[in-house]
């Protein structure tokens, strides 16, 4: 298929686009934030340290299947002595795969990376266009299988937010700002699972009336509107589990102290 400036049924004209906004704006924002995203999470996925601090555990090394995990962060021996490197190189692929594979996501990335196109009315650069068809765009296609793995660890951070409730000793009744870090982090990621499109089509996909799946009709009728918002839910969840574990590394550290409300 023929893309770019050439196009077949192209007007014939010499500039590259007639709009006349900032178009470029948008794309130049999502490269500088994606960046500074994959810098972070390489450097904080590499640097095995910094990420309990009880009752606190980083997203980024939630579950921690190794047994070189810190102690008391939940560990569970799943990769024994054998496994050398960070724990976070396990388990960050699934996540990571759920993003990169998402429709936002794709769209973001294109535009962003490779300006196929960079906004709309303006015609990418590249004279040909293969879509999805071809490896490794191909991959894009298990899309919806990173997202039932990602609400499995969706139910774990919840149930690590919720651990937060607890002291240094394992008592119940506190709560820190590190608590609400991690509600906060959980919550994100759910509204941003949970707008999904393949979350949509699993709630009223192969549907032929919906009057017979009243169930499912309101299920799909909630994640649609939730869906709406599938681009502020993706980006607000990205910063969100970057600052979450900001959070943790600052604390595990000793650079701050968790503000203890009670």
């Known amino acids: 298929m023929t893309a770019g400036t050439t196009a077949p049924g192209r007007a014939q004209i010499s500039a590259r686009t007639l709009r006349t906004d900032r178009w470029w704006v948008q794309p130049a924002v999502t490269v500088v934030v994606l960046v500074a995203f994959i810098i972070y999470a390489t450097i904080r996925a590499f640097a095995n340290a910094d990420y309990y601090s009880a009752p606190y555990i980083s997203p980024f090394y939630s579950p921690c299947l190794a047994t070189s995990c810190v102690p008391g962060s939940g560990e569970i021996a799943i990769f024994g002595d054998w496994w050398k490197l960070s724990p976070a190189l396990i388990i960050l692929i699934f996540p990571l795969g759920f993003r990169l594979t998402c429709y936002y996501y794709r769209k973001a990335y294109y535009r962003g990376f490779w300006s196929s196109p960079p906004a709309c009315a303006v015609a990418e650069p590249h004279g040909k266009y293969t879509g999805e068809r071809r490896f490794p765009l191909v991959l894009n296609n298990v899309h919806r299988y990173f997202f039932y793995i990602g609400l499995i660890f969706n139910v774990i951070l919840t149930y690590d937010a919720v651990l937060g409730f607890r002291d240094s000793t394992g008592a119940w009744g506190h709560m820190g700002l590190g608590t609400l870090v991690l509600l906060a982090n959980a919550a994100l990621l759910w509204l941003y699972?949970?707008?999904?499109?393949?979350?949509?089509?699993?709630?009223?996909?192969?549907?032929?009336?919906?009057?017979?799946?009243?169930?499912?009709?309101?299920?799909?009728?909630?994640?649609?509107?939730?869906?709406?918002?599938?681009?502020?839910?993706?980006?607000?969840?990205?910063?969100?589990?970057?600052?979450?574990?900001?959070?943790?590394?600052?604390?595990?550290?000793?650079?701050?102290?968790?503000?203890?409300?009670?």
Not at 230 to 254: E, K, P
């Open 193 to 262: 699972s949970l707008s999904c499109h393949s979350c949509r089509h699993v709630m009223g996909g192969r549907l032929t009336h919906f009057s017979k799946h009243p169930v499912r009709y309101r299920a799909w009728t909630f994640v649609s509107k939730l869906n709406t918002r599938h681009m502020f839910f993706a980006w607000a969840s990205l910063i969100g589990v970057a600052l979450a574990d900001l959070y943790v590394a600052l604390v595990a550290g000793g650079a701050i102290s968790d503000l203890r409300f009670f």
